[in-house]
């Protein structure tokens, strides 16, 4: 049951581990920066379910709630997102400019051009 | 004046020569007369300094410290001061010597040769009055950098692969070894001054010892102990001055004077006697001078001759020291005088039959003594010394080595500088005998006579000091006692 | 009081005029406002080293937040002299970038350039000033992400591909440090680094722990470019702008150097990596890796902008290497390392921008005899080359020495023995370049006299780089001195 009762942590692992996967086996640049995309969201949800605590709710507009989750967990994800975004952002416009450059966004057929 | 400004100013004169070189670029006779004049003026200097460590003193002077530990500091004892003293002399010989060589073959870039030249004996100066081995090891960096730009100073391919050899072995060398094994010092007596009586006394793991004695013996490769020789033959590449004062004087000098200076100093010759049993630094030296004996007497080239002629005079002094000794290492130090003095003139005299004539080889040497009487006769007293026959300098510090190898009874030594002497003779006798007894070949025709006046006058007087050395031998020996009253 | 809110100054400051470079678009003005800014924030960096060189620290809290709750900035002396650091090289190198810059990429873009690097500059100082754990990660990333802007803003094509490869592997390495900081925190429940190190004393040996301190080795280990995980910086260094090449080289790398000091002796403890968990053996394997690696590989090299990337390489291996001695001395080799080697490789990165922007190329083979033509910059890359090697009276030969001390003192004589041999390693290929350039016969092109001398502001920033390479190597309060005081501080 142990097993099952962390399936989160599961499913993080599971994320991280296909974004890595993308990462390295993929020749096309727009699929690395998927793969880079999927591997952040596996953190994202490591830091959230890191915040959850059963049965507890949101410390908000109220003074007596016994049992809260973290908010702080959040509002770090909220950055990291932002992060995320202007990396993705910055990514994407880089294979912009090498597609200009290069004529192509497979890897193999830049490394031959380089 | 104090003590402590003279070695300053020792030290600035050289260095303020390389400014007013520089500055007198396209004054050619201003720009020799610089040179001779901060010769002259060092020589004052250095020799006003003699006395004061004759009395038994050692002045000291702290320039700075870089950090704790690591401090630029001079002291003056007996071998530096002998060392200082050679140097500054030659500087002014060789200078004048330069003069006549350098504007007799229509060397270019002269002005660079004289400033390399001036930061060269500048360093020196360094090594010789260093009272530690941080700064022992900086003047020595020094010397090797200054002294490339005089290898390669042809600038032909040849000359820039010389070079490559002799910075590669000098600079990796020192820093692989020489540098390890100071830091190593530093880590295990927390000093790296040089005192009476050594500092590592303290140690008790004798295979440490020996492993450091066997990094500096490597480390130091201007003492060129074989494999260590190779840089030595491809210096030669250089102008005959540059081989003359720095791979017979300076370079080579600097480098068995930090071998006696680390073993009477760091180690001190009675620790490293008690605990020595295979005592391979008196092999190695011993084979070093006999294989070099060898190449030296199958080579046809004058200089390529006189360089492994060095490298095994070289070995005499580190197996002098290696015996272990006060007499013997008293007899290093001599044979650090009388060297000098025997070699500078063979290359004086091979430099001046160049210029003459442009020859470079033994085998056309036939009949040249009778155009260049002085020539060959400077030469041929050169050879007496190094061959270690009375009346020269040679004689007084191969009496006192073998002295030693008497004393502690190694035959080993002793035969080895019975056979070395052999060779010597072999090696330099016929280039005499041929020089004045054979009949020039005929199509060879013997040149226009005597080289250059500056030259002829350099390689005289050096001759001279060979024979005045042995003749009165007052001054240096008073200054060897001295080092025998540190070492013992 | 403003000198009260020095410490927050200093990373706002870059921070709020890179937007108003974008505004201004216009490259000069932009070039003269980054130059001021950089200028400014120099000042502040050697008025916080003097108010923490006394031995009192000082902590600022964000917004009157107080630490745990809120950010916490925390100057002491390891930052203060990490921002002296970053700060000198800033400056100097902004203000003579102006002409250089403006002949390698398109002037439209100028202006962008300069925002990017005072954003760069930000997240530098930022990353040294934080004292809150995912605070240091954003900070990593606003640096990470204005480099590979800097870095994809040249001309030529192949800096784009150079850029993506770092994107890639820098985000990976970001990534990885963010999962150590969220494990962190979830051993603790809280991210300042200091309260950290407190409360982890209690759990110290959970796989929770243990597994953070991977995470973050192998991400700093990434972004700062430790064998084997450097692939990205050769390419990096070489396509980029050259100024670009001089400011990484000079600052970044040696950030992260900081923050892995930072989080092994502030955080998670000297005793808990490497007497429990012998990090310092894995690094030691490592930085012994980077140092052959390195140095072999930059004698391969035509280009010296690559050969110069190669050595950094072997260089920061020196760096790990003083971390992985694991004692007091070995750290202060590896901070004085930090401090000298960004010194050592502006100087020669400058000199090689100069020979740029007068021929527009790097590569050694076209170089042969430009001594004639260009002596000073030539003698000035050959004083730099001298310090890297380590010859005595330079900087590198300050560092080198405590490297090899430090060895000696901790009984690893296999280390020595690497140590010099990777320096006869840099001789070579240091010695490869002077060659080249002073003894042989002159290529035509380069007796070319349309060629156009380098900016007078480019040479005052070498001189200045190249003189003080000897003067810390003969004055060193500064390198060796702060160095030996942090890590009596970081170790006691």
């Known amino acids: 049951m142990e097993i099952l009762g962390l399936f989160n942590y599961w499913a993080v692992i599971f994320l991280m581990m296909s974004g890595l996967y993308i990462i390295i086996a993929h020749d096309n640049l727009v699929k690395k920066l998927i793969g880079i995309n999927i591997f952040q969201t596996s953190i994202f949800i490591l830091f959230i379910s890191l915040g959850k605590v059963s049965g507890g709710t949101a410390p908000v507009l109220t003074e007596s709630a016994q049992l809260y989750s973290s908010p702080l967990p959040h509002v770090l994800i909220l950055t990291a997102i932002v992060v995320g975004i202007s990396t993705t952002a910055l990514g994407l416009a880089i294979i912009i400019r090498i597609y200009k450059a290069f004529g192509t966004i497979e890897d193999n057929e830049i490394q031959q051009e380089l | ?488 | 009081m403003l000198s009260n809110h020095l410490p927050i100054l200093q990373v706002v400051i870059p921070l709020i005029f890179a937007p108003v470079c974008v505004i201004l678009r216009n490259g000069t003005l932009s070039w003269v406002l980054a130059s001021l800014v950089s200028c400014i924030t120099f000042i502040i960096a050697c008025l916080l080293l003097t108010s923490v060189s006394g031995g009192n620290n000082i902590t600022y809290a964000l917004g009157g937040w107080v630490a745990p709750a809120g950010i916490e900035y925390h100057v002491d002396l390891l930052t203060a002299y990490m921002l002296l650091i970053i700060n000198a090289v800033a400056a100097v190198v902004v203000i003579a970038a102006r002409e250089s810059m403006a002949s390698e990429i398109a002037s439209d873009r100028l202006y962008l350039f300069y925002a990017a690097f005072l954003l760069n500059l930000t997240g530098l100082l930022g990353v040294v000033m934080t004292g809150d754990a995912f605070n240091l990660f954003v900070f990593i990333e606003i640096a990470s992400l204005s480099s590979y802007a800097m870095i994809s803003i040249s001309r030529d094509r192949r800096c784009l591909y150079a850029a993506f490869k770092y994107l890639i592997l820098g985000t990976i390495g970001a990534s990885f440090i963010l999962i150590s900081v969220g494990l962190l925190y979830a051993v603790t429940g809280t991210l300042n680094i200091f309260d950290l190190s407190d409360r982890l004393g209690n759990v110290e040996n959970t796989n929770t722990v243990i597994t953070a301190l991977i995470f973050f080795t192998i991400g700093i280990a990434i972004k700062a470019a430790i064998f084997p995980l450097h692939l990205w910086l050769p390419d990096a260094y070489t396509y980029s702008p050259v100024i670009v090449s001089t400011f990484l080289a000079g600052t970044t790398t040696k950030v992260f150097i900081y923050a892995l000091i930072r989080f092994i002796y502030s955080l998670f403890g000297y005793e808990f990596s490497f007497n429990q968990l012998v990090l310092n053996d894995l690094l030691m394997i490592l930085a012994c890796g980077a140092v052959l690696y390195g140095s072999i590989q930059a004698i391969r090299q035509d280009s010296i902008k690559r050969l110069l990337a190669y050595s950094s390489i072997a260089q920061i291996g020196y760096m790990v290497l003083g971390i992985s001695i694991a004692t007091e001395l070995g750290l202060a080799a590896s901070l004085a390392h930090v401090f000298n080697h960004a010194v050592i490789k502006v100087a020669l990165f400058l000199s090689v921008a100069c020979i740029i922007y007068r021929y527009n190329t790097e590569m050694i083979s076209q170089l042969h005899g430009i001594s004639k033509f260009m002596p000073y910059t030539s003698a000035c890359f050959l004083f730099g080359g001298l310090s890297l090697i380590g010859i005595p009276l330079t900087a590198g030969f300050t560092s080198k020495w405590l490297l090899i001390q430090a060895s000696f003192s901790a009984g690893y004589w296999s280390l020595v023995i690497i140590i010099v041999f990777s320096s006869i390693l840099s001789i070579l290929y240091v010695w490869k370049v002077v060659e080249a350039a002073y003894f042989k016969t002159p290529a035509v092109e380069l007796s070319n006299n349309n060629t156009q001398n380098a900016p007078r502001l480019l040479y005052i920033a070498l001189f200045i780089f190249v003189l003080a390479n000897l003067y810390f190597g003969t004055e060193t309060s500064v390198n060796i001195g702060f160095a030996k005081d942090i890590a009596y501080g970081l170790v006691n």
């Open chain 2, 1 to 488: 004046m104090s003590s402590g400004n003279l070695i300053l100013i020792a030290l600035i004169i050289p260095l303020a020569a390389t400014v007013l070189i520089a500055l007198a670029n396209k004054l050619p006779n201003l720009r020799e007369a610089i040179t001779l004049l901060s010769a002259v003026a060092l020589i004052i200097v250095v020799y006003s300094i003699l006395p004061l460590v004759l009395d038994g003193n050692s002045p000291g002077l702290l320039l700075f410290e870089i950090f704790p530990g690591l401090e630029i500091y001079f002291e003056l004892e007996p071998l530096g001061m002998l060392f200082a003293c050679i140097a500054s002399l030659l500087w002014l010989i060789n200078s004048i010597y330069s003069i006549g060589y350098m504007r007799g073959n229509n060397e270019s870039n002269q002005t660079r040769f004289y400033i390399f030249f001036a930061i060269a004996i500048f360093s020196t100066i360094g090594v010789a009055f260093a009272g530690n081995l941080v700064t022992l090891f900086i003047f020595y960096e020094v010397l090797t950098l200054s002294t490339y730009p005089l290898v390669t100073h042809k600038g032909t391919q040849d000359a820039i692969h010389g070079g490559r050899v002799y910075l590669g072995i000098l600079l990796s060398t020192s820093i692989c070894f020489f540098l390890s094994a100071i830091i190593w010092t530093n880590v295990l007596a927390d000093t790296t001054d040089f005192k009476t009586g050594g500092i590592l006394n303290h140690v008790n793991d004798n295979s440490i010892i020996l492993l450091l004695l066997l990094l500096y013996a490597y480390g130091i490769g201007k003492a060129a102990l074989m494999p260590m020789h190779k840089w030595l033959p491809a210096a030669m590449v250089a102008p005959t001055p540059v081989s003359a004062l720095l791979h017979a004087v300076a370079v080579v000098k600097a480098g068995v004077f930090s071998i006696v200076k680390i073993v009477s100093y760091i180690f001190s010759p009675a620790l490293l006697s008690d605990i020595i049993e295979l005592n391979f630094l008196l092999y190695l030296s011993g084979a070093t001078i006999i294989i070099a004996s060898i190449i030296a007497l199958k080579s046809d080239n004058l200089k390529r001759r006189l360089a492994y002629s060095t490298i095994s005079q070289l070995s005499y002094v580190i197996m002098a020291t290696a015996i272990l000794v006060p007499i013997s290492i008293m007899g290093a130090a001599m044979h650090i005088l009388a060297h000098a003095f025997g070699k500078i003139t063979l290359f004086f005299a091979a430099g001046s039959i160049y210029t003459a004539s442009g020859k470079t080889k033994v085998s056309e040497l036939d009949g040249i003594g009778r155009a260049m009487p002085w020539t060959m006769g400077a030469f041929a007293i050169g050879s007496l010394s190094m061959i270690g026959v009375p009346p020269t300098a040679g004689f007084l510090s191969k009496w006192f080595i073998l002295q030693g190898a008497f004393t502690i009874e190694s035959w080993f030594a002793v035969t080895v500088i019975v056979i070395s002497t052999l060779l010597n003779a072999a090696y330099f006798l016929p280039i005499v005998y041929m020089a004045f007894f054979k009949e020039a070949k005929s199509h060879n025709t013997i040149s226009n006579g005597e080289a250059p006046l500056p030259i002829v006058l350099a390689l005289c007087f050096t001759a001279l000091m060979t024979i005045v050395l042995f003749l009165y031998p007052v001054y240096a020996m008073q200054i060897l006692t001295l080092l025998t009253g540190n070492v013992s």
